[in-house]
């Protein structure tokens, strides 16, 4: 892992994960990650602002060695989860008198999962300073951002921030800064829908908080740094704002057909309605296009076929993760087809209890549709279509 230069007292060291596809043994990464740790020289101090993976101890200490300080002084931990605090014990052990500085929280979290003592910590309050000589850092508590102890590190004479998790992406490469393309957009959008979403009330609150700081550098702990700092955080005013976009997201399973037909004629109308629409076909889909589509879209209709009374299973687990994702949806709807009996609304509405949409007449038909349920669908489509008018 080569050591990328920030500047003249700023590397990266973190190691890029190339070829990892899964995270938290669910969420697809379909271009790797990273996870990067940042050293800050300052004329008397050195802090290390978080570690990197524990499955990749011989790549960070290759990092570290090839660092031009010989001493850590500091360790900063901005957050407790393991990607990024797991070498914090290789690095103690390194530079012998390191201390780890965090939140009383993130203390009481790293001493449950790692082997560090309570001696290694120096405890930090919310806005508390750490000078490093001619270097100060800021710290700033960012709670559920997305764990209880998340904080931001701003380096106040560079207006640098690192805000570790929060406005980062599983994104590898070997490039230093965001080219601002649409690529990146779209994985810091997948990595705002997976891990962020379910927390928008208190990300659009530490999002005030940095834009008030006004960074000029944003160094996340996964992928590439902003040095354009607007790109990301009107990225996400918008995301974790109110406003919807008008889009109708149509997750789908089927097994013989008939959903498939539903699916089709729901689209035709919604094009020839002229309103956007997706259909998702969840049994080929990863899970992280969904979670990107839903971020902003206004309407999602579930199409699933009835299996054993309730939602074919694969569609019943993606209603529970949408449901724990929590979209600013504002409409649901639903079609199911069914053999001989069905109880998937009631179960839908179960299983996605926590989201504040309004649900819209859900269908049931009965095997292939006949042309009693295209003209029901049909009244749907313009039942959904006029309250986006209204
Ligand atoms: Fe990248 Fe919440 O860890």
């Known amino acids: 892992m080569a050591i990328k230069k920030i500047s003249d007292t700023i590397y990266n060291i973190g190691v890029i994960d190339w070829s990892r596809r899964l995270f938290d043994e669910l969420i697809p990464l379909p271009d790797g990650t990273s996870y990067n740790a940042y050293l800050v020289v300052g004329s008397e101090k050195t802090a290390l602002i978080d570690t990197s993976d524990p499955s990749k101890p011989e790549e960070f200490r290759r ?28 690095v103690l052990k390194k530079y012998p008198g390191a201390k780890v500085v965090t939140n009383e929280k993130c203390k009481e979290i790293l001493l449950e999962h790692l082997p560090l003592k309570t001696e290694d910590f120096i405890v930090v309050s919310d806005g508390q300073t ?63 829908a997976e891990i962020m979403m379910p927390f928008r009330s208190f990300v659009q609150k530490h999002l005030a908080t940095v834009r008030g700081l006004d960074p000029v550098l944003i160094c996340p702990s996964h992928g590439p740094v902003y040095k354009n700092p607007n790109f990301i955080l009107s990225a996400y005013e918008s995301w974790v704002s109110d406003d919807v976009e008008p889009r109708v997201l149509i997750p789908y399973i089927s097994m013989h057909g008939s959903t498939e037909a539903i699916v089709d004629h729901l689209v035709n109308a919604f094009v020839q309605k002229k309103m956007e629409v997706i259909p998702l076909n969840m049994s080929v889909s ?39 994702l929590k979209p600013k949806t504002k409409y649901l709807s639903l079609v199911t087809s069914y053999g001989w009996g069905t109880k998937v609304v009631e179960a839908a509405k179960g299983a996605l209890g926590n989201l504040k949409a309004e649900w819209v007449d859900p269908i049931t038909i009965k095997g292939f549709p006949k042309a009693k349920d295209y003209e029901a669908m049909d009244r749907l489509v313009d039942l959904i279509v006029k309250k986006h008018h209204t």
């Open 130 to 192: 750490l000078s490093l000589g001619n270097k100060t850092l800021r710290f700033f508590f960012a709670p559920w951002v997305h764990w209880p102890e998340t904080m931001l590190t701003f380096l106040v004479e560079d207006r640098i921030l690192f805000p570790c998790d929060f406005l980062g992406s599983h994104y590898a490469t070997s490039e230093v800064y965001s080219d601002d393309s649409q690529r990146i957009y779209r994985a810091a959008k997948r990595y705002y």
């Open 286 to 324: 990863d899970l992280g296009e969904l979670a990107i589509d839903i971020v902003d879209a206004s309407t999602l209709l579930f199409a699933t076929p009835t299996m054993l009374l309730g939602p074919h299973p694969q569609m019943l687990y993606t209603m529970v993760l949408t449901n724990a």
């Open 63 to 90: 990092g570290l060695e090839g660092l031009p300080v010989k001493k850590v002084d500091y360790v900063i931990a901005n957050h407790a989860e393991q990607d990024h605090s797991g070498l914090i014990p290789l």
